[in-house]
Nanobody, 119 residues
Framework: QVQLVESGGGLVQAGGSLTLSCAAS???????MGWFRQAAGKEREFVAG????????RYAESVKGRFTISRDNAKNTVHLQMNSLKPDDTAVYYC?????????????WGQGTQVTVSS
């Protein structure tokens, strides 16, 4: 079993930065890890993903150049550094673990952490 717990969300002004963290319990070092988000009234969308070694990453077009995903397998953590935040980045952010690639499947999910960007 894998359990994922996100932290680091909060309220930030546009242009600011936040770093989200995902603490995993269980065997995640071989899993593909991803960050997703869901804004109010919208479908959940892929934000960023990283393979088991950290050598391969993928980003949604909307966050490229602003967000950076990283992982520390020794500490079972995944991070999402978010810079130049925009009001459109407001959403609940979820960490997920999967056996495939950025397009899934993801079989473990965290509870989510709220990110609110004020204009």
């Amino acid at each position: 079993q894998v359990q994922l717990v996100e932290s680091g969300g909060g309220l930030v002004q546009a242009g600011g930065s936040l770093t989200l963290s995902c603490a995993a319990s269980g065997r995640t070092f071989s899993r593909y890890m991803g960050w997703f988000r869901q804004a109010a009234g919208k479908e959940r969308e892929f934000v960023a993903g990283i393979n088991w070694s950290g050598a391969s990453t993928r980003y949604a077009e909307s966050v490229k150049g602003r967000f950076t995903i990283s992982r520390d397998n020794a500490k079972n953590t995944v991070h999402l550094q978010m810079n130049s935040l925009k009001p459109d980045d407001t959403a609940v952010y979820y960490c997920a673990a999967g056996l495939g690639s950025w397009n899934g499947p993801f079989d473990y999910w965290g509870q989510g952490t709220q990110v609110t960007v004020s204009s």
